[in-house]
């Protein structure tokens, strides 16, 4: 079932990803009656996901019923960057204390902020390979919801310099790669550090002062 507003279209369920919290909207394709209407975003308007069609498709009409499909390769390969970035928090935190004060993806490329105003000598190599040796340690990414008194209970939950929850909240989903890093989030991830893939550390920047911006590439 769908509505078709100038914001996009809107189903009434949707696997599609709105995009939130650093990781990109899904892409993928609506099918009805024989055709098909690209989908190059999402993005979420108070409860409603408007799903945003590629210029000049055909749309459906009001109350049409729609099958949708998410391009795979897309969504899996943000799945693997933002468990990349998961990773990567985690053992900047665990080595440096470093917290994280900005990050961007996109698929298979990222880069997150952190920080940190000294690095020791072999910085990036050393990230490098204790980012690979979390990879090879094929550490569960488990996912689940917590009330919130009971998740800010867990130490660091928030890796972010800020509190980016929005107040009043009463639940917190949880990202928790077991025994690294727990930390809340609302994105898509793997299921295990190993499905990453890898992680490339392919440049350490200085960000202003204080702080280092790393820049990452996951394999194909
Ligand atoms: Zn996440």
């Given at each position: 079932m769908v509505d078709v507003t100038d914001d996009g279209i809107v189903l009434d369920?949707?696997?599609?990803?709105?995009?939130?919290g650093g990781q990109p909207p899904d892409h993928g394709v609506l099918l009805w009656g024989g055709v098909q209407t690209r989908i190059v975003g999402a993005r979420k308007t108070g409860d409603d996901l408007h799903l945003i069609p590629a210029d000049g498709d055909p749309m459906p009409a009001a109350g049409a019923a729609v099958r949708g499909a998410l391009d795979d390769e897309r969504r899996t390969a943000l799945m693997r960057t933002h468990s990349g970035l998961h990773l990567l928090a985690g053992v900047v935190f665990r080595d440096y204390g470093a917290l994280v004060t900005g990050g961007n993806m996109e698929p298979l490329e990222a880069r997150m902020d952190f920080n940190l105003p000294e690095v020791p000598e072999g910085f990036k190599e050393t990230v490098a390979a204790a980012c690979a040796a979390e990879v090879a340690a094929d550490r569960r990414i488990d996912v689940k919801v917590l009330p919130y008194d009971e998740a800010f209970a867990?130490?660091?939950?928030?890796?972010?310099?800020?509190?980016?929850l929005p107040p009043g909240l009463k639940e917190v989903r949880i990202v928790d790669i077991v025994g690294l890093d727990a930390q809340a989030d609302g994105g898509t991830h793997v299921?295990?550090?190993?499905?990453?893939g890898g992680i490339e550390v392919v440049k350490v920047e200085?960000?202003?002062?204080g702080f280092r911006r790393l820049r990452i590439r996951l394999p194909q």
């Open positions: 369920r949707s696997a599609f990803y709105p995009g939130g867990i130490p660091d939950i928030i890796r972010t310099a800020t509190n980016l299921a295990s550090t190993r499905q990453i200085i960000k202003g002062k």
